[in-house]
């Protein structure tokens, strides 16, 4: 259905047409670039923001600015983009973490030195391969 046609039916008409409405707006939206639909919107006082893809949040100045994206390297998968926690709270701010998953069997000596493993005895389970330690 064309825009002309669309524009001519009663609200009722187009609610129950909304696939074909969708369709024609999406058409008519590909035939500008973001920058020029915020333009005509902006000049005719249409509030409008451009949609962002994941890959534009990351590198977006503000969310940098802010500390909301950042940059860190893990051990073994390299460098990788980190977010911060969404909100802020002046009495109990989250904590900011940036540390990795551990790798498996990174904290395996600690944990069971914790639980009340001896060396030995942990020495002996990661011998007979019940569990892996990362030297």
């Given amino acids: ?9 009663s609200l009722t008409a187009r609610a129950a047409n909304i696939d074909e409405v969708y369709a024609e707006v999406a058409r008519i939206m590909h035939t500008r670039t973001t920058a020029q639909w915020r333009t005509l919107l902006d000049a005719a006082d249409v509030p409008n923001m451009p949609m962002n893809s ?3 949040l990351l ?18 998968e390299g460098p990788m983009h980190t977010l911060a926690h969404p909100t802020k709270w002046s009495a109990t701010p989250p904590a900011r973490s940036f540390s990795p998953a551990p790798r ?9 030195e ?20 990362d030297a």
């Fill in 1 to 9: 259905m064309a825009w002309a046609a669309i524009r001519a039916l």
């Fill in 54 to 56: 994941p890959e534009d």
């Fill in 59 to 76: 590198v977006n100045p503000q969310l940098r600015a802010t500390g909301f994206v950042s940059d860190t390297v893990h051990p073994t």
């Fill in 104 to 112: 498996l069997g990174e904290h395996t000596r600690q944990l069971l």
């Fill in 114 to 133: 914790e639980a009340g493993y001896t060396p030995e005895r942990i020495n002996t389970l990661i011998e007979q391969g019940v569990c892996r330690a």
